[in-house]
């Protein structure tokens, strides 16, 4: 009805000629100007029933977007303590030096820290948990100390890593850090390592030491040799003999050996299914690892190395008089090696990250074994009283 009387609505020059043409136009337009009247409050009430449902729907997306800005707020907000996230919420000035000490990516802090821990457990006394101070200092030192061989690993590597595309984004290749600015934090790395290794007896001092040729000369070995995970596993396992020292005021090699022989062949394992993620650009850029060397064969590689990890536990576990629990762990740890290499795709590079990072699980898997294995054991003495007492009585 509306849109029909705005269609016969009269202009006011077209209502003069009609006047001057029809004497009846003035009743016309009485008519129309009465009719316009009428509808303006309509109009009118239409109009204010606009603007206010146009007002809420506007109040409503508000309402609507802030609480979803607030919830996102909060999400913002909220404390993660991922490494990833801990890094990328870092001050900017800072996050370039955690990248290269490898903060954000804490696996191999865990795979140089583990053996450490083992080697601890090791030494504790029958029947009882491993000194949780000294698992600490060597905690804050493999962390310290893995950052440092990152950062020795990024400053030989800086050409290298600029052909690569998983690491091109790392601090110095993609110019974050300058080789000086890296020289400074490498020197305040090692001054952090030292002042922990300083709190352990002087026999562990001196051995920890020793270590520093191995750490600086790694990264060399992928230039001149197939086998630079051979010396990985040289200079990550330290600890398996640092921290028995550190406990027992020097190794003992009947036990400490087969443990660092086993932990060589366990880094061997590892490392090789990290190294199948660069193949392609290691053939490119002229860097040499066991991943190239064994290819195809590379499963019956890993599982020799497996065995040769096994046997030493067995080993180490047999010279320390190790329990049930001790031995269970290591059938679980064959059982988990096992697994990785009948289900490892090594032209997948996800997969080989995935069965790599598994081995931190490994790790904690014979760590759990060790302590309730030590647990489970009766010293000597204990068991020296016990088999008196039962003789005595009648």
């Known amino acids: 009805m509306w849109k029909l009387h705005n269609s016969l609505r009269v202009l006011p020059f077209q209502r003069g000629i009609l006047g001057a043409v029809n004497p009846t136009s003035l009743q016309f337009n009485s008519i129309e100007s009465h009719r316009r009247q009428d509808l303006l409050p309509i109009h009118h009430e239409r109009n204010q029933a606009s603007v206010f449902l146009h007002s809420y729907m506007r109040t409503l997306r508000w309402s609507k977007t802030m609480h979803h800005n607030k919830f996102a707020f909060i999400q913002s907000r909220h404390l993660s303590l991922k490494p990833a996230d801990v890094v990328n919420a870092a001050p900017s000035t800072i996050q370039p030096y955690l990248k290269l000490m490898r903060a954000d990516k804490p696996i191999g802090t865990w795979l140089l820290y583990l053996p450490c821990t083992w080697s601890i457990s090791l030494a504790a006394q029958p029947g009882s948990l491993p000194d949780f101070y000294t698992l600490a200092l060597f905690g804050l030192g493999a962390w310290v100390m893995r950052g440092a061989g990152c950062t020795i690993n990024d400053m030989w590597d800086r050409d ?19 080789m000086y600015q890296a020289l400074a934090f490498l020197a305040l790395q ?34 001149v040799t197939f086998w630079p995970q051979a010396f990985l596993g040289l200079t990550f396992n330290w600890g398996a003999l640092l921290g028995w020292a550190a406990i027992r005021g020097s190794c003992d090699w009947s036990v400490v050996l087969p443990l660092y022989i086993s932990c060589i062949a366990w880094t061997l394992f590892y490392d090789t299914v990290y190294a199948h993620q660069d193949k392609d650009d290691d053939v490119l850029i002229g860097v040499k690892s066991t991943a190239l060397l ?6 019956p590689w890993l599982a020799g190395f497996a065995s040769v ?6 080993v180490t576990g047999i010279m320390t008089e190790q329990t049930l629990p001790y031995y269970a762990a290591v059938g679980l740890t064959m059982a988990h090696l096992g697994t990785q290499i009948a289900t490892l795709d090594i032209n997948n590079g996800d997969d080989c990250w995935k069965k790599f990072q598994s081995n931190k699980r490994l790790g904690l898997i014979i760590l759990c074994g060790i302590v309730a294995g030590t647990l489970a054991k009766v010293s000597k003495d204990d068991k020296y009283k016990k088999d008196n007492l039962s003789n005595k009585q009648p």
């Not at 002042?195 to 790694?218: D, F, R, T, W």
């Not at 064994?294 to 499963?299: D, R, Y």
Request: zero cysteines.
């Open 190 to 223: 090692l001054s952090v390592g030292l002042s922990i290794l300083l709190q352990l007896n002087n026999y562990s001092i001196v051995l920890g030491a020793s270590s520093l040729v191995l750490v600086a000369s790694y990264p060399l070995m992928k230039r």
């Open 160 to 178: 290298f890593d600029k052909a690569v595309t998983r690491t091109q984004d790392r601090p110095i290749a993609a110019g974050d850090v300058s």
């Open 309 to 314: 990890f096994v046997g030493g536990l067995t």
């Open 294 to 299: 064994f290819g195809e064969k590379t499963k």
